[in-house]
């Protein structure tokens, strides 16, 4: 996996991206949805996902390409958020499904090489997604 580390190059406190995770600042992911590419951020120099791309010299109109976590040295919180055409499948629970073994995938291996092994959380409001799969 390809990792872009963004840096604001303001001065402002972005640091080094690996200190900071190291040391436990909020931090900001988007991961390609193929688990070929993430970039990076810390959350105070991003605020969200979709200005972290745009930061990073790509579209924020494709954040709907991507896995978004926010996470820390003490775990992940995955913005579930299923496209509606999500690998092309028709199927609402089973796109649904798909997004989360995709997603699940890919964000775990993006925190083994960010040196994390954490666990992953989704927050409530995205929890009603998942209801489609019981």
């Known amino acids: 996996m390809q990792i872009i580390k963004y840096k604001d190059n303001d001065g402002g406190s972005n640091g ?3 200190a900071a995770v190291k040391k436990g600042d909020p931090m900001l992911a988007v991961i390609s949805f193929d688990g070929s ?9 991003c ?5 972290l791309l745009a930061k990073s010299g790509l579209s ?3 954040i709907d390409k991507y896995f978004r976590i926010a996470f820390d040295r003490d775990g992940a919180n995955w913005t579930f958020a299923c496209p509606p055409d999500y690998k092309g ?9 798909r997004f989360y073994t995709d997603g699940f995938t890919a964000i775990s291996a993006f925190m083994a ?6 666990g992953l959380k989704i927050p409530k409001r995205y929890k009603r997604h998942l209801e489609l799969m019981e």
């Open 89 to 97: 499948i028709p199927d609402k629970a089973a796109r649904i499904t």
């Open 113 to 118: 090489e960010m040196g994390l092994l954490v």
């Open 60 to 62: 924020s109109a494709d």
């Open 37 to 45: 590419r993430a970039i990076v951020g810390q959350a105070d120099d």
């Open 16 to 18: 080094d991206i690996d």
């Open 47 to 51: 605020m969200e996902h979709h200005i």
